[in-house]
């Protein structure tokens, strides 16, 4: 695995900066802007290759998805979570902030 040490203030520039300097360690493209929400994904480059059970992967930054829900007992994360099967996502679910009437 790649074991990453991703600083907790993930919004921060160190955060930015560290995810960036891991791309580029790893070969693993990301293209312009390359904003933390972007290079985050080179979390799922690692993560989602294991996945090959059914597994939810939950409580994804709110970086990642701004408009979806925050987590109620847990600041920085939502309440977003995916299902994966066989190295694939067939569901993502996004609880949001806005309600219909």
Not at 6 to 22: C, F, H
Not at 73 to 89: A, D, Q, V, Y
Request: glycine share 2%; aromatic share 8%; hydrophobic share 40%.
């Amino acid at each position: 695995m790649a074991n990453l040490n991703i600083p907790k203030d993930i919004a921060g520039d160190e955060a930015n900066k560290y995810l960036a300097a891991a791309c580029e360690r790893f070969e693993v493209k990301c293209p312009p802007p390359l904003t933390t929400a972007r290079l985050i994904q080179l979390v799922g480059h690692f993560l989602e290759e294991t996945c090959t059970n059914p597994t939810f992967i939950i409580d994804h930054p709110e970086i990642m998805s701004p408009l979806a829900k925050w987590h109620r007992s847990k600041p920085g994360l939502t309440e977003r979570f995916e299902l994966f099967i066989n190295k694939h996502e067939v569901q993502s679910v996004e609880p949001s902030l806005f309600f219909l009437s």
